[in-house]
């Protein structure tokens, strides 16, 4: 959530970050109702003083006598009128909150000009993505994919993109994942297992809510939601919480399926591994000071960057410009693996700072040392990585002429054998 300061006394400067994220928003609306609830602020406190003048005059008054009935008489219409504009002024109060909500995160002042993703910017690239691979194919074109990789029955038991994963299919999802939990505790990050169902607050607080209704899976009568990734229950780990300043920086990993509904995807980017609506995947978030912010978010990208490299994938880092930045990003990195076989770049982690927006959100704040008074700390979060692509490029990367996959050497001890057969 933006801070209301901020917009009331530089409004332009909100609608020109906004318009560099190419979003259609109603400022002027939100400023209004900002206006409405102030104005029946000051009515209602007034009326209160109004109320507090004549209990006080009242007071001083025999009783019984009619100075004293009419102030009783007065009393009591001005106690009329208070409950109805605190009626009012709540009901105002609420609208604006849900106007404010609607406000997007504004990008920082480094994040490029741009409307499309093809506008994003190659920020740095590793490894060879026109290495020979002379045996590389789309995944699921490989012989004997469907026997590890169950689509069909997947999609019998319970819908299209929710496969099983069958023997070393299953393996190799269970090896990735101990692998990045373990390397992202070498980078000093706290394994958390977190709740895979979250409520309404919390995923308005990560800013799901009110922009993502349509991509959550929600269950009934509870009204909870299946969590789109470990970020939403994590970042509500300390919502409403006072955090010292000494605690800063906090860093905290979790492993959690994910759930998406992915309404409106189709084409080849719903192919095979590509995009699913249940997937693996380890989170990274950080609560930090704002002093050191996009410091720790160089930090949290070469962290994700680091298995990769491990993992001998060739991928690129875009610095994603502000028609592709998401509704609570200040600023982000996408970090993309090339697919050998589909000759395309995957997405595999973005890695984005929310500055104070969640934070103000959730109520996630710091005891200042000097002031002693509570500030808001900075969000960060990011993928440590997401299985499916990862899986995907590894798949067809390294396929070899005799059908097999050749396991990076990191991974070799995790998976236990060389190579996965589909045999």
Known sequence: MLDPKLLRETPDVVRAAIAKKHLDVDVDAVLAIDTAWRTQLQEVESLRASQKAANTAMAKL???????????????????????????????????????LSLPNLPHASVPEGKTPEQNVVYATHGDQNAPRPHAKAHWEIPGFDK???????????????????????????????????????????????????NAASATATGQLPDKEGQMYETTPDHLY???????????????????????????????????????????????????????????????????????????????????QKLDLPYRVLLMCGGDLGFAQAKKYDLEVWSAGQKRWLEVSSCSNFETFQARRAQIRYRAKETGKPELVHTLNGSGLAVPRVL??????????????????????????EYLTFA
């Not at 269970?174 to 394994?191: I, Q, S």
């Not at 912010?293 to 298995?307: C, F, H, M, N, Q």
């Not at 990191?410 to 998976?415: D, G, I, K, M, R």
């Open 226 to 308: 299946a969590v789109p990734t470990a970020e939403v229950p994590l970042t509500n780990f300390f919502r409403d919480e006072i955090l010292e300043e000494e605690a800063l920086p906090v860093y905290r990993c979790a492993y959690t399926p994910c759930f998406r509904r992915e309404a409106g995807s189709y084409g080849k980017d719903v192919r095979g591994l590509n995009r699913l609506h249940q997937f693996d995947k380890v989170e990274l978030l950080k609560w930090v000071h704002p002093a050191t912010s996009y410091e720790e978010l160089d930090k949290l990208r070469t962290d994700a960057e680091r298995i990769l």
């Open 392 to 417: 995907a490029a590894l798949l067809e990367n390294n396929l070899q002429e005799d059908g097999r996959v050749k396991i990076p050497a990191a991974l070799v001890p995790y998976f236990g054998k």
């Open 62 to 100: 025999p009783k019984g006598t009619p100075e004293f009935l009419e102030k009783v008489k007065e009393m009591k219409a001005v106690s009329a009128q208070v409950k109805e504009r605190e009626v009012q002024l709540k009901e105002l109060e609420e609208k604006f909150r849900q106007a404010m």
């Open 148 to 198: 590890l990789f169950d689509f069909g029955r997947g999609a019998k038991v319970t819908g299209a993109g929710f496969p099983f994963y069958v023997g070393d299919g299953a393996r190799i999802v269970r090896a990735l994942l101990h692998f990045f939990l373990d390397e992202n505790a070498k980078a000093g990050y706290v394994e958390v297992n977190p709740p895979i169902f979250v």
